[in-house]
């Protein structure tokens, strides 16, 4: 699910820079070009992850790309919903941390 989302991120993104063209009105374009921007960081910020922390990086992915809860997540990784609960809070403070500071390079 993951590379499926990024997969089509990836191709919004690179529709801005010369993809298909389609003729519009100023109006009506719609303003949606953050989600795709985010997501894009946020596998960025996840493979960081992975390096530091591979099973809060694969809590992460089983949450957020797999919609698995807390207890799912614990029976695929074989460990407590507690564990997975605590390192799922740890993981996203992490990774805004992460996000927030690739997003304050960008800007500067």
Same mark, same amino acid.
């Given at each position: %699910?993951?590379?499926?989302?990024?997969?089509?991120?990836? @191709?919004?993104?690179?529709?801005?820079?010369g993809?298909?063209?389609?003729r %519009?009105?100023?109006?009506?374009?719609?303003?949606?070009?953050?989600?795709?921007? !985010?997501?894009?960081?946020l596998?960025?910020a996840?493979?960081?992850?992975a390096?530091?922390?591979?099973?809060?990086?694969?809590?992460v /992915?089983? =949450?957020f790309?797999?919609?698995?809860? /807390? !207890? !799912?997540t614990?029976?695929?990784?074989?460990?407590? +919903? @507690?564990?997975?609960?605590?390192?799922?809070?740890?993981?996203? $403070?992490?990774?805004?941390? $992460?996000?927030?500071s +690739? $997003?304050?390079? =960008?800007? $500067?």
């Open positions: %699910m993951r590379r499926i989302l990024l997969d089509h991120a990836r @191709r919004r993104l690179s529709a801005k820079r993809g298909p063209q389609l %519009m009105s100023l109006d009506s374009i719609p303003g949606q070009d953050g989600p795709a921007v !985010e997501l894009l960081a596998d960025r996840l493979t960081q992850l390096a530091l922390d591979a099973r809060q990086s694969r809590i /992915e089983l =949450r790309f797999g919609g698995l809860t /807390e !207890e !799912e614990a029976g695929v990784l074989g460990v407590s +919903a @507690r564990t997975v609960r605590r390192e799922w809070i740890v993981a996203r $403070a992490w990774l805004f941390g $992460a996000i927030s +690739a $997003a304050g390079k =960008r800007s $500067a």
